[in-house]
């Protein structure tokens, strides 16, 4: 079992940052990468980013490449979600994933765990 807590959302004006924390605790110790996805106002959610457990590689959403920058820290056991330059239309519930494996998938459907969510609202 893996535990996700996810902390950092609020409300921000476009252009401005915000960095989005996603703590882990529980089977840590195996190979389990990470993800971001997010669920717009009346949307689907869909894939933000992930980071694979082997090498760290990472994989962007279009949207968000170039602006959002996710990176891990294995001794905290903690996956940062770095979002700059935000736009109205990056507001959602942000929810941080986690699946057994060494690489990351851009399919809400391959990970077990999931945060709670955290709101980000992005006012023009």
């Known amino acids: 079992q893996v535990q996700l807590v996810e902390s950092g959302g609020g409300l921000v004006q476009a252009g401005g940052s915000l960095r989005l924390s996603c703590g882990t605790s529980g089977r840590t110790r195996s190979s389990v990468s990470m993800a971001w996805f997010r669920q717009p106002p009346g949307k689907e959610r869909e894939f933000v980013v992930g980071?694979?457990?082997?090498?760290?590689?990472?994989d962007y959403a279009d949207s968000v490449k170039g602006r959002f920058t996710i990176s891990r820290d294995y001794a905290k056991n903690t996956v940062y979600l770095q979002m700059n330059s935000l736009k109205p239309e990056d507001t959602a519930v942000y929810y941080c994933?986690?699946?057994?494996?060494?690489?990351?998938?851009?399919?809400?459907?391959?990970?077990?765990?999931w945060g709670q969510g955290t709101q980000i609202t992005v006012s023009p």
């Open positions: 980071i694979s457990w082997l090498d760290g590689s990472t």
């Open positions: 994933a986690a699946r057994p494996g060494i690489r990351y998938s851009i399919y809400q459907n391959d990970y077990a765990y």
